[in-house]
Nanobody, 124 residues
Framework: QVQLVESGGGLVQPGGSLRLSCAAS????????MGWFRQAPGKERGFVAL????????AYADSVKGRFTISGDIANNTIYLQMNSLKPEDTAVYYC?????????????????WGQGTQVTVSS
């Protein structure tokens, strides 16, 4: 089993920045695909970013390219999502997820473990 705990959410003004963290425990996630997803009220959970560390591969949703950066800290079994130039439409609950497939994709149904989520609100 893998436990994932997100942190770093909050309220930020448009144009601001936040860094989300996802701490994994239970197993080392070095060879997993780790992803960030988000869900706004009334909408389905959608892909934001992923990292496939075993093959040094990163992918982003088009809506966040150039603004968000996903990274991983192997020593601390943690991944991060640096979010810059935030927009009101980025407001959502952000979830960290782990897929035991090292070549995982962007669909939420592919992921085996999920965190509890952290709220990000972008508003003036």
């Amino acid at each position: 089993q893998v436990q994932l705990v997100e942190s770093g959410g909050g309220l930020v003004q448009p144009g601001g920045s936040l860094r989300l963290s996802c701490a994994a425990s239970g197993r080392t996630v070095t060879r997993y695909t780790m992803g960030w997803f988000r869900q706004a009220p009334g909408k389905e959970r959608g892909f934001v970013a992923l990292i496939r560390r075993s093959i040094s591969s990163i992918a982003y949703a088009d809506s966040v390219k150039g603004r968000f950066t996903i990274s991983g800290d192997i020593a601390n079994n943690t991944i991060y999502l640096q979010m810059n130039s935030l927009k009101p439409e980025d407001t959502a609950v952000y979830y960290c997820a782990a897929d035991t497939n090292p070549f995982g994709g962007t669909r939420p149904t592919e992921y085996d473990y999920w965190g509890q989520g952290t709220q990000v609100t972008v508003s003036s």
